[in-house]
DNA sequence: ATACGACGCGCG
DNA sequence: AAAGCGCGCGTCGTAT
């Protein structure tokens, strides 16, 4: 006969690790183990249990002054957001599918061979989370040991088995020049980073639909019925053709619009902005202002707000580890684009704050840490490392400044920046030696790593094959250009790969540790919470938007300064955390508002 | 009908 | 001014 009643409470504190895992018979299973992975029991309980025994375990922990155990399972994405429907968070894990597809590659764990023959966790992308969670549909559809999601394994022995495989690979990895370390946290903050995504989501954005259709209806014109163009864009199409002298053109169509363009004696080769922007032609002006009236309506206008705005929030879908270099990448809705000229729409609820900060300058900052720098570090010693580039006499200007340590992480060559990258090789030695070094490795089909260890995807088979084609005696001078440039193009995906995935290490770091901070502020009660229909955890300060090297905390009005300085605490911590001993600053720009403001 | 690459443009 | 890196998404045009 079944019970409804929970299993009863796990019998040793000393649990380090909870694994989760299906069983055969559509049961879940929790096992037990130790921090040195022995076992210490296993539960099975039926999926509706799951959270209450989960809440068990945190607040028993909690209540011991103990850390919580680290809840092991396949992916966060397939477990979490249910726990969270059910007004249950946890404070750690470990993710076996992310974590699986960083030792896969990284060059700091001795011994692949079995992190890459199990194969059935290579999962290259996340199918997005379908449903929003809701606390009526059925918990977890777990079958043949398979969660929902269907991506990875996930029945309790290919769990066990996956993670005794990535801690005998972490543990490979060497303990001189701290590789294992900084491998343990970056396994940390990528699994960090997938609880935080499934709470981003479940916590959404709070988005004032009022004051976005007041912004569309100004750019746009009045929303039109269904089908119909907004008034405003449509005379706007108007005047292009018009000034066209073509009544009838498709401005959509680009090889229309180009051969228009022709016909009325503008010279270009293609119709993007850039190319437009420096022609005197009557129809150039109304022809950017309209595409830049389509992008708006056809990226964020009504139909987005209907589609992915609800109850006031905005609930994109975050992908962690979603981009090669560690950074997050989303999937639908295009969290990760949301136009400036909307922001003002991203609106705190009645009594609450939007607690705003992103950091100054975070990749240059990275690689002057990364390298040791101290010219560099130097530079960033004030809040603005461009200005610090001035003051030590490289360039005249910020603008200099700026453009020049862009091309040096992105490997620029031409123009401005290709004149002044040489000027900072001899400011900054030890910092563009770290990207050239990159660079010349990529170039050479080589592997690259970041700071705490995730490394570049090795060079695939046609690109080597092709490579090594071209330094043969017949090859042609159009193939041996051709591969060159192919080399090239490698060359400045490592010599950026450094940086970018170092500096969203730094930005899961940062966030980790924000996160626990905000965990421990106070509750307000419910019926100050910012929304009854949000998750449990909204009714303190909480995280609402991440983008690379930006932070939205939405506080209790009264707790907005506590939460400004948790954000830059947090940052300070990261800092220490990834570079101790190096004397990098990562000043933040902070605000707290009602509104979020265009930039 | 559907799939896919190119293009253009939004974000860092 | 863009360039040089990493993305997602809407549209068009062509291939299937």
Not at 33 to 55: F, H, K, M, N
Not at 199 to 205: D, H, N, V, Y
Not at 588 to 599: G, H, M, Q, V, Y
């Amino acid at each position: 006969m079944r019970t409804d009643r929970p299993p009863p409470p796990p019998r040793s504190a000393a649990a380090r690790w909870c694994v989760l895992g299906g069983l055969p018979n559509g049961r879940l299973a929790l096992v037990e183990l130790t921090a040195d992975g022995s076992p210490i029991s296993t539960t099975q309980l039926d999926a509706a249990q799951l959270p209450e025994l989960v809440a068990q375990q945190e607040g028993a922990a909690r209540r011991d002054g103990a850390s919580p155990p680290r809840w092991v399972w396949a992916d966060a994405a397939a477990w979490y957001p249910q726990l969270l429907a059910a007004g249950i968070r946890v404070e750690r894990c470990h993710d076996l599918r992310l974590v699986h597809t960083i030792l896969r590659h990284s060059q700091r764990v001795q011994d692949h061979a079995p992190i890459r023959g199990a194969d059935a966790w290579d999962v290259p992308v996340l199918p997005p989370v379908t449903e929003s969670p809701s606390a009526g549909a059925t918990l977890f559809d777990v079958d043949n040991g398979t969660a929902a999601r269907g991506a990875v394994p996930a029945g309790i022995d290919e769990v066990l088995a996956e993670f005794t495989r990535q801690r005998a690979a972490i543990e490979s990895a060497r303990e001189l020049s701290s590789d294992r370390a900084r491998l343990r946290l970056l396994v940390a903050a990528e699994s960090a980073g997938a609880l935080i995504a499934a709470e981003l989501q479940a916590a959404g954005i709070p988005w004032d639909v009022a004051e976005h259709d007041r912004i569309l209806t100004e750019q746009l014109g009045p929303r039109p019925r269904f089908g119909q163009v907004p008034e405003l864009v449509a005379h706007k199409a108007a005047q292009v053709r018009d000034a066209l002298g073509d009544p009838l053109l498709s401005i959509e169509s680009q090889p229309r619009l180009l051969r228009a363009l022709h016909r009325a004696g503008v010279d270009v080769r293609s119709t993007s902005q850039w190319e437009l922007m420096g022609h005197g032609h009557p129809a150039i002006a109304p022809l950017l202002q309209y595409k830049k009236m389509v992008r708006l309506l056809t990226a964020n206008g009504w139909a987005w707000m209907d589609e992915w705005v609800h109850e006031g929030r905005y609930r994109p879908v975050y992908v962690p580890g979603g981009v090669v270099t560690g950074r997050w990448a989303s999937s639908g809705g295009g969290a990760l684009q949301i136009p400036r000229q909307l922001r003002p729409a991203l609106r705190a609820d009645p009594g609450w704050r939007l607690v705003s900060a992103d950091v100054a300058q975070l990749e240059p900052r990275v690689l002057a840490a990364m390298a040791n720098d101290q010219g560099m570090i130097r530079a960033g010693a004030g809040t603005d490392l461009y200005a610090g580039i001035v003051a030590a006499g490289v360039v005249a200007t910020r603008q200099e400044a700026k453009v020049g340590v862009l091309g040096a992480l992105y490997g620029g060559t031409t123009g401005d920046s290709g004149r002044i990258v040489p000027r900072l090789r001899r400011t900054f030695p030890r910092a563009m030696a770290l990207v050239d070094d990159a660079a010349r490795l990529g170039e050479a089909g080589g592997t690259v790593s970041t700071w705490l260890g995730r490394s570049s995807p090795p060079a695939d088979a046609a690109w080597t094959s092709a490579q090594q084609a071209a330094n043969l005696p017949d090859a042609s001078t159009a193939e041996q250009e051709r591969t060159r440039r192919s080399a090239r193009d490698r060359g400045r995906f490592t010599r950026n790969f450094v940086v970018q995935g170092t500096a969203a290490e730094w930005a899961l770091s940062w966030m980790a540790g924000l996160r626990l901070a905000l965990s421990r502020f106070e509750e307000v009660p419910e019926n100050q919470a910012a929304r009854a229909s949000g998750p449990a955890f909204a009714r303190r300060a909480h995280l609402a938007f991440f983008l690379h090297d930006e932070v939205i905390v939405h506080a209790p009005a009264a707790e907005a300064e506590q939460a400004a300085h948790a954000i830059q605490e947090a940052a300070d911590a990261a800092g220490l955390l990834l570079f101790p001993g190096s004397g990098i600053d990562f000043p933040l720009d902070l605000a707290i508002t009602e509104r979020s403001e265009e930039k």
